[in-house]
T-cell receptor
Framework: GIQVEQSPPDLILQEGANSTLRCNFS?????LQWFHQNPWGQLINLFY???GTKQNGRLSATTVATERYSLLYISSSQTTDSGVYFC????????????FGQGTILTVHP | EAQVTQNPRYLITVTGKKLTVTCSQN?????MSWYRQDPGLGLRQIYY???????DKGDVPEGYKVSRKEKRNFPLILESPSPNQTSLYFC???????????????FGPGTRLLVL
């Protein structure tokens, strides 16, 4: 099956810093999503981004499908950004099937 | 309010006793999916459904069953639970604007299951 690797596994920031999270995948995909799980366990879908760039407030994401990676940018980080960030990918042959990376644990200190 | 609900939220059971975790969404979404989350293993998809009566396996379907008889409900059935199914389970739903464009996935609050 498709392999998904996220880096770094852990990231510690001071409030106000910027960060970049990376998601590498082993095969061509046409479904790529980023998720955030807050410290209370709630999961939120951040982006659907199989290619190109999207922005939502302080968060943006870029996927370079031909090179099999995606980046999630967090600018001016806040303590509420803490939690785990997952990327998940899927192929056109099994469109609804999603394989997740292991996640990046982000801690933002005040 | 748009939401995905799961019941029960917490469950302790014994090996072999059949159980069902219900999942319901009120957004008329075509897509629904079940995931399990385990320490060190992240999130893994169990089953998903692209629409009523259409279900397919995710990465870890063994030991689980699902059904999609109506659009809003997608129950997860453990016919004979075993301790290795102790986990945190999430249900999600999403809307597909045609083959290739996703709307946001919405997640339920999670069900924490302990199988003794």
């Amino acid at each position: 099956g498709i392999q998904v690797e996220q880096s770094p596994p852990d990231l510690i920031l001071q409030e106000g810093a910027n960060s970049t999270l990376r998601c590498n995948f082993s095969d061509s995909v046409n479904n790529l999503q980023w998720f955030h799980q807050n410290p209370w366990g709630q999961l939120i879908n951040l982006f659907y981004i199989p290619s190109g760039t999207k922005q939502n407030g302080r968060l943006s994401a870029t996927t370079v499908a031909t090179e099999r990676y995606s980046l999630l940018y967090i600018s001016s980080s806040q303590t509420t950004d803490s939690g785990v960030y997952f990327c998940a990918v899927g192929r056109s042959t099994s469109y609804g099937k999603l394989t997740f990376g292991q996640g990046t644990i982000l801690t933002v200190h005040p | 309010e748009a939401q995905v609900t799961q019941n029960p939220r917490y469950l302790i059971t014994v090996t072999g006793k059949k159980l069902t975790v219900t999942c319901s969404q009120n957004m008329n979404h075509e897509y629904m999916s079940w995931y399990r989350q385990d320490p060190g293993l992240g999130l893994r998809q169990i089953y998903y459904s692209m629409n009523v009566e259409v279900t397919d396996k995710g990465d870890v379907p063994e030991g689980y069953k699902v059904s999609r008889k109506e659009k809003r409900n997608f129950p997860l059935i453990l016919e004979s639970p075993s301790p290795n199914q102790t986990s945190l389970y999430f249900c999600a739903s999403g809307s597909l604007r045609g083959q290739g464009i996703w709307e946001t996935q919405y997640f339920g609050p999670g069900t924490r299951l302990l199988v003794l």
